[in-house]
């Protein structure tokens, strides 16, 4: 066809009705699929999405379910262009439409990352445990389902769950991160800090790995190494608050607490609120005897809601050292609510010294360490001049010293 004869062509297309075009058996282009085939037009369609146009691809759907209202893909395709444009109650009604007509796992997996965003996490589950029943040897429908369980806080089962895409795929570099903060979180660091330097080498430079890293060390009382693998984090997120408290607190173990809250700054400035670098700051300030500091960010804590029972402890310490009794004796009652407290616990109220105690019984019960101990059983005998009987309960090392008390 000569450049006449194709100037022909075009003006007779221009004028032909664009159904009566389409309908009158006009030669498809390579790039222009049959619209009587839902399958080309569906492809066509997946094309456009993995390229970002996202309306030409809508538009190939559109023909794909006028030429096959049932057509699976493509349903699932639209629940796919709906959830890339957070339009997710559309979503979520398209891939359930295309679950009806086939309940395939990635089409199950679409629904529950879908649900996800909504926040529908108990559905979510459901979706990704019915994928996983469906394609039981995939690795990343197991590693979806974990995530799942962490944000529903079912952190045992969570770990499972990656533990089993670790069997699917041993060198999976979210599973191994994700495990080995788990196992850390439960006290298995060991095992954790075994997880975590497989996932370090399986992806290097990996930010969460790292952290992940430097408080597993941390508590494995291994503070060089957590400093070191937290500023790695550090260089490669540094907008991540809980990395430079990390760093801060394993520079305060390591007696560095003048750098301790440079970094404690930095993580403030990032997360004014946190109520953990906070009392991270308290206690660096304590040890460099920086108290009218402590005092100034124990009563702005205070005032903002974000004091607990570590703010209340480590204030206290610091009044009574400056000599503030009647300011640090009321904060140090907050010692029993600590978690590091082995203080017992009994449904009997804790008596405060206002009710008389004459012929009651009264149990003392140490919950600090020997020296305190040693030093407050010298009260003991004034409570017995009240007229209580006194059962006085402390460490063992101590009960052949103290059991001459009168």
């Known amino acids: 066809m000569n450049r006449r004869e194709r100037r022909a062509a075009a003006r007779t297309s221009q004028k032909a009705p664009i159904g009566e075009g389409l309908t009158a058996g006009r030669s498809q282009t390579a790039n222009e699929p049959d619209v009587s085939n839902p399958l080309a037009l569906y492809e066509a369609g997946l094309a456009h999405m993995q390229a970002g146009r996202q309306l030409e691809a809508q538009l190939c759907c559109r023909q794909a379910l006028a030429a096959d209202a049932d057509h699976a893909d493509t349903l699932h395709l639209m629940g796919l262009l709906s959830l890339h444009a957070k339009q997710y109650d559309h979503a979520v ?131 060089e190494e957590s400093l070191a693998e937290g500023k790695r984090a550090y260089q490669l997120d540094p907008g991540n608050a809980d990395t430079c408290n990390n760093i801060g607190a394993a520079l305060r173990l390591l007696g560095r607490d003048q750098e301790a809250l440079g970094w404690f700054d930095k993580a403030l400035d990032l997360r004014p609120d946190s109520t953990e670098t906070l009392n991270n700051k308290i206690i660096s300030l304590y040890c460099l005897h920086r108290f009218d500091e402590i005092f100034v960010l124990h009563d702005r804590m205070k005032s903002l809601g974000l004091n607990n029972a570590s703010t209340e402890w480590n204030a206290s310490l610091a009044y009574l050292l400056t000599g503030n009794l009647e300011a640090g004796w009321p904060g140090h009652e907050a010692r029993l609510q600590l978690p590091s407290s082995f203080y017992p ?42 007229g209580a009987r006194v059962v006085l309960a402390v460490q063992p090392p101590l009960q052949r010293l103290l059991s001459g008390s009168r």
């Open 345 to 386: 616990k009994f449904p009997e109220p804790i008596w405060l010294g206002e009710q008389g105690i004459e012929g009651k019984t009264i149990l003392i019960a140490a919950d600090e360490g020997l020296g305190d101990t040693i030093q407050f059983v010298r009260y003991v005998p004034r409570l017995a001049k009240r």
């Open 93 to 223: 009604e398209w891939i359930a439409r295309a679950i009806r007509q086939d309940p395939r796992p990635e089409y199950l997996a679409s629904l529950g990352t879908t649900l996800q965003q909504q926040e529908r996490y108990v559905e979510a589950l459901k979706a990704f445990d019915k994928a996983v029943q469906l394609r039981p040897d995939d690795a990343e429908l197991w590693r979806q389902l974990g995530d799942i369980l962490v944000q529903l806080a079912r952190f045992d089962q969570a770990l499972l769950s990656y533990q089993h895409v670790l069997t699917l795929d041993p060198d999976h570099p979210d599973a191994l991160y994700k495990s080995g903060a788990l196992l850390n979180q439960f006290g298995r660091h060991a095992e954790a800090i075994a997880q975590l330097d497989l996932g370090d080498k399986v992806l290097p430079n990996h930010a969460p790995t790292l952290q992940a890293r430097a408080r597993t060390l941390y508590n494995l009382k291994r503070f």
